[in-house]
């Protein structure tokens, strides 16, 4: 059984996303501050993290600063606020979802499900390889990437988006399509995400992430991968 942490400063919505997440076949703990969020994800290692913005002491933003120092473990992230720059900030600390409040609990299952359906999917057999493009080795089986023989730390949508352009390179990609792909569910056409995932995935990979050699933008298409 999965284990999904939670983490809310208000007992009603911990409680409500627990009833729903049980139902849904998940064991539950929370943590009502950031502070008691990280200890939790530490000696817990749950499978994800449905994770508010707004917490006391130690905010969600702070929270997944510090986990992404040591840890993979996918964050859906909440927030009450709709500006872009929370969400943009979320997705830029590592985050690998957001919902805003007031969300639908079915919803909130679905992409918990969705996630954790890419982080745990066994690959199939044609897919258990090494893919070699350029300095960049994606080792599909081991779910690690090395550049000039080099571990690089991604989160779980930078080596999704990864995998898949080098896998596919030299097609160019829509941003809807890639959102389509690594997303499973309707985004609403918030193509924002795919830039800035791009983005850091980059500043990880390219030597220039400002003149990037491999992952190419196609202008007013989306983007490829070019070896």
Same mark, same amino acid.
């Given at each position: 059984?999965?284990? @999904?942490?939670?983490?809310?400063?208000?007992?009603? @919505?911990?409680?409500?996303?627990?009833?729903?997440?049980?139902?849904?076949?998940? $064991?539950?703990?929370?943590?009502?501050?950031?502070?008691?969020?990280? !200890?939790?994800? +530490?000696?817990?290692?749950?499978?994800?993290?449905?994770?508010?913005?707004?917490?006391?002491?130690?905010?969600?933003?702070?929270?997944?600063? #510090?986990? +992404?120092?040591?840890?993979?473990?996918?964050?859906?992230?909440?927030?009450?606020?709709?500006?872009?720059?929370?969400?943009?900030? /979320?997705?830029?600390?590592?985050?690998?979802?957001?919902?805003?409040?007031?969300?639908?609990?079915? =919803?909130?299952? /679905?992409?918990?499900?969705?996630?954790?359906?890419?982080?745990?999917?066994?690959? +199939?057999?044609?897919?258990?390889?090494?893919?070699? /493009?350029?300095?960049?080795?994606? &080792?599909?089986?081991?779910?690690?990437?090395?550049?000039? #023989?080099?571990?690089? $730390?991604?989160?779980?949508?930078?080596?999704?988006?990864?995998?898949?352009?080098?896998?596919?390179?030299?097609?160019?990609?829509?941003? =809807?399509?890639?959102?389509?792909?690594?997303?499973?569910?309707?985004?609403?056409?918030?193509?924002?995400?795919? &830039?800035?995932?791009?983005?850091?995935?980059? =500043?990880?990979?390219? $030597? &220039?992430?400002?003149?990037?050699?491999?992952?190419? !933008?196609?202008?007013?298409?989306?983007?490829?991968?070019?070896?």
């Amino acid at each position: 059984m999965q284990k @999904i942490l939670i983490v809310d400063d208000e007992e009603n @919505i911990v409680s409500l996303i627990e009833y729903n997440l049980k139902n849904a076949g998940f $064991q539950t703990i929370a943590a009502y501050d950031g502070r008691k969020a990280v !200890t939790m994800a +530490r000696e817990q290692r749950p499978d994800l993290i449905v994770l508010d913005v707004m917490l006391p002491g130690m905010d969600g933003f702070d929270v997944v600063r #510090e986990l +992404r120092k040591e840890s993979n473990v996918p964050v859906l992230m909440l927030t009450a606020r709709a500006e872009e720059f929370d969400r943009v900030l /979320a997705l830029e600390l590592g985050a690998d979802d957001y919902l805003i409040k007031p969300f639908s609990t079915r =919803e909130l299952v /679905a992409r918990v499900k969705a996630i954790l359906r890419r982080v745990t999917s066994e690959p +199939r057999e044609e897919e258990k390889a090494v893919i070699k /493009a350029g300095p960049i080795t994606v &080792d599909v089986e081991r779910h690690e990437v090395h550049v000039d #023989e080099k571990e690089i $730390q991604l989160t779980a949508k930078e080596y999704e988006l990864l995998k898949l352009l080098v896998t596919n390179r030299g097609r160019v990609f829509s941003r =809807e399509k890639l959102l389509e792909q690594l997303w499973d569910y309707d985004y609403f056409g918030d193509t924002r995400t795919i &830039d800035v995932h791009m983005r850091h995935l980059r =500043e990880k990979i390219e $030597q &220039d992430s400002a003149n990037p050699r491999y992952l190419k !933008t196609i202008r007013g298409v989306g983007y490829k991968f070019e070896e």
